[in-house]
């Protein structure tokens, strides 16, 4: 659905995209992270026409972006962070008069509005002053518009940022029903989100792509160095002797929990696996064991550690 290759935008004195590749396939949801000013919303502009790159291509469901914008837009649906909707307009004529420009006929438009506002839960209120609705109601509204002439890609743009949880679950629930029928490129800055609704995520950052990956692949990756924790019944001295000396373990912590029992915080050598080592250790001195885990990264954990030491662009 979406092909870039060594795509770069230019500004005076900075490089906003620098030299990015990347592929999005149909039917894919895709979480795209970076930290303000990595160029994020610069591409989104780039891949939905709205302004063209200095160098490279872009492609969107085999239609070049700078060569094709028409039949790119007549495919995307884009919704920006700052959602340019019509406040003093209701909800359906709104929506009418958005379908109606995007070169919907009056019956398919009326249709499509139809569908979009039973899709986006709005039926209730499309006869209500959009300037009268809540932020959550709004972004639904934002939602309906980038969908209501069907397209193939949908990029939201921030879709969550100022609503209450409530609001956001809702709206993550829409985007991953939309999943099912469309291809999702997503920014936010809220990272658990893109854990729940994402299948695959692209972090940038200085206008460079740093990951491009599952992230359970990505959490796999980072996890080659996690550290072990182990809870087992017996002295510090013996655990001590026991595991201070293996090559396999570079740092060792031994603390008391409680009765027998002690914590063992194993951080192993570069690449190394733990787990099936302190069992192994704890079965040969028959001592009880009743906790063995290894410490697992969250999205947030993997942001940070690729983006670490860089400097936020202003």
Known sequence: MIEVRD????????TAVNGISFTVGRGEIVGFLGPNGAGKSTTMRILAAFMPGTSGTARVAGFDVF???????????YMPENNPIHLDMRVREFLKFRARLKRL???????????V???????????????????????????ADALVHEPD??????????????????????????????????STHILSEVEMTCSRVLILNRGEILAADTTANLEKRLSLDGQVVAEIAAPAAALQDAFRDLPEVERLDISPVEGEYHRVALTPQAGVDLRSLVFDVAQEHQWRLRELTRSRHTLEDIFVHLTRGKKEEP
């Open 7 to 14: 795509l770069t935008k230019r500004y005076p004195g900075r």
């Open 67 to 77: 060569h094709q914008p028409d039949e790119v837009r007549q495919r995307i649906g």
């Open 105 to 115: 006929g009056w019956r398919r438009s009326r249709e499509r509005v139809d569908t």
């Open 117 to 143: 506002l039973q899709q986006c839960g709005l039926v209730d209120v499309q006869k209500r002053i959009i300037g009268q609705l809540s932020k959550g109601y709004r972004q639904r509204v934002g939602l």
């Open 153 to 186: 890609l949908i990029i939201l743009d921030e879709p969550t940022i100022g609503l209450d949880p409530h609001q956001i679950r809702a709206v993550r629930a829409l985007i991953k029903d939309l999943g099912r029928k469309h291809t999702v490129l997503l």
